[in-house]
């Protein structure tokens, strides 16, 4: 059975199990994100040994020749000794310009955007907390003529990421970024198809950037956004969203509540359901759904029952 050495401590690990799961499972701390090898949040490197290819996939060039590797894909074929990785050869600094309460539960966090990063609207980031590599994956907001990068953060019970940056987090502090990751993203080749925009929560967060992508390019047909909450207190970029359909003659926004009364033009109902109104016979829409991912998968389902192509439908999904 391999041995993993991490901190001064050594771990059994099978090969039939991660090595991220195999070491935490026995006490150790290793950081983490989506578990699936999407967002990279448990990049380690491999100090001595040699890592299985395949715990590599996905990861820069320049990292794979240091060693790096991913915990949450590495099921390990031999001792390995690991560290956590050098933070300056990995990730972006940038600098929190502001924090504020959007409501009880959300926070607008906003930051510096450095010369040297770029991205699509609608892609996502991991933020790393320097002092000790706690990594957690969101969504940009913003788009890149707005000169700073803007991310939602819902505050979960016990959340570690989210009542840091709520509590602690302060204007002035330094955070780290990866690179921009995800195609959920507006493409040109969609100006003249009907665009479909719906999330939940923090889903708003990609969708907002989506939004503000399509109307920057001219975007000449229909754009119908559907913002779900569980109540009205929940559509917290409600008076923005609504200014905005007020200036394009195109952009539909509806609001949507789970319970309670719906605020005016909006719709009550669980956010899927009320999607197929919408579509008519899906023929030629473009679909862009981001949230919970039950939300998502349900949502989904509806837009290709009802004709949605499935190359055209693209999806956030939340863990």
Known sequence: MPTITYQGNSYECSSEQTLL??????????????????????????????????????????????????????????????????RRDEYIPVTV?????????????????????????????????????????????????????????RLLPDG?????????????DELLLSEAMGDCCYRNAYADRPLLLAGTGTGLAPLYGILRDALSFGHRREITLLHGGLSSDDLY????LSELAAEHDNLSYIPCVLHGEA????????????????????????????????????????????????NSIHSDTFG
């Open 21 to 86: 799961d195999g070491v935490n499972s026995q006490g150790a701390n290793l950081p983490y994100g989506c578990r699936s090898g999407l967002c990279q949040g448990c990049l380690v490197k491999a100090v001595k040994g040699i890592p299985p290819a395949s715990a590599q996939m996905g990861i820069k060039p320049t990292l794979k020749e240091k060693g790096y590797f991913l915990s949450c894909l590495c099921k390990p074929e031999s001792d390995l000794e690991i560290s956590r990785p050098d």
């Open 97 to 153: 310009s502001k924090i504020e309460q959007l409501n009880p539960s959300i926070i607008r966090l906003v930051t510096t955007s450095p010369d040297n990063f770029s991205y699509k609207p609608g892609q996502f980031v991991n933020i790393i907390r320097s002092g000790d590599g706690l990594a957690r994956s969101y969504s940009l907001a913003s788009v890149p003529d707005d000169g700073q990068l803007e991310f939602h953060i």
């Open 160 to 172: 570690k990421m989210s009542g840091w940056i709520a509590n602690e987090l302060k204007s002035g």
């Open 237 to 240: 970029l409600h008076t923005a």
């Open 263 to 310: 605020p005016e033009n909006g719709l009550s109902g669980s956010i899927d359901t009320l999607i197929p109104a919408q579509l008519g016979s899906g023929d030629d829409w473009a679909a862009f759904l981001c949230g919970d991912a039950a939300i998502v998968t349900a949502m989904r389902r509806n837009c290709f029952r009802h004709g949605v192509d499935e």
